[in-house]
């Protein structure tokens, strides 16, 4: 075996979190997403992308475990690896991490383990902007989705997202200015840049990837293990099918929302959103299809940036979520049980509406149940719906 440089790169691996918000009994790092870890995905970009020295900040107790996925994804260049234990704030673990440095690294990236998909082109990218520039770096995709500034569940204004972007890891930096931003830090924050520009130092943006998306939820766990399914798991020519079902009872605030539309003049619906029923029945369709969880997994009352909003919003959502696993939706079929309201007048609108919010075509039925149940008691409004997708990657 030849003998490896001593890199002038250096990757901090940031897998000290709990992993309260993904519920999944584990330290986040050491879940499985198939067969290997969220970790060990992780350190397969890290050793895909440019040779550097790889520092993994592991929380206490799981040393040992953060070393032996480091032996399987590195092999025999497992020598590159060091595995420190960090602290209780994410700064604390960085700094736990940059203690461990070579003499020889000039630039430092800090990745988050839990973007355990971000391929090694984000990697190239980054380390060639901090040696462009000698600045901080972060990869970012532009925001997507309609902003609201609300103050409790009302909303104040629209936010203009035009200057808006997300930003992903890694993150990169010179390491003498790294080094001595966090020597002089004095309060937490959220990540790695903003450290660095409340310092003073300047950041440059590089193009980021639709594939380093977080794992942090259960609904990201579904999506991620969906995008490394075995093709031959899923690479049948038939189409899949799902079904949703949404019930929800009048007694809401304001006007009625359902099918996407308003219908002055009618009750509105009890929700967690705006309870158009009709809409989340398609969502849960889709999504069923696809095999990325449900409406409760990627919309429920743990996400309130979702309290409020439209039926609509989770339609497009859900479109973004559906293609970025490899699928496009072929249509869906919805049937709306109520007494009301009446929606022969206004089911081309309804149609027209949900197809351009989706981006597929969706046709709208409804009927009455005779005077039975709660819906023909005139309680409520309950919605099927039936999706197609396929896969095309």
Known sequence: ??????????????????????????????????????????????????TAQVVIVAPHGRAGDAQTEAEAAFGERADLVTVVVGGDTRQQSVAAGLGALWADVEIVLVHDAARALTPPEVFERVIAEVERTGAGVVPVRPVVDTLKRVTGRVVDEAVDRAPLVAAQTPQGFPRALLEAVYAGATEEHTDDTALFAAAGHSVHTVAGDDLSFKITTPA????ARHLLRPAAHTASVLPLVGIGTDVHAFGGDGALRLAGLEWPGEPGLRGHSDGDAVAHAIVD?????????????????????????????????????????????????VQVQANRPRFASRRAEAEALLTQALGAPVSVAATTTDGLGFTGAGEGVSATAVALVHRIR
């Open 220 to 223: 990201d766990l579904d999506r």
């Open 285 to 333: 369709a889709v999504l069923a299809a696809a095999g990325l969880g449900d409406i409760g997994t990627n919309f429920g009352v743990d996400r309130p940036e979702y309290a409020g909003a439209s039926g609509v919003v989770f339609l497009r959502r859900v479109r973004e979520l559906v293609a970025e696993a490899g699928f496009a939706i072929g249509n869906v079929s």
């Open 1 to 50: 075996m030849g003998i490896i440089p001593v890199p002038r790169v250096a990757v901090i691996v940031v897998a000290a979190g709990s992993g309260t918000r993904l519920a999944a009994g584990a330290p986040k790092a050491f879940v499985g997403i198939d067969e290997h870890s969220i970790l060990r995905h992780a350190l397969e970009g890290v050793v895909a992308a440019p």
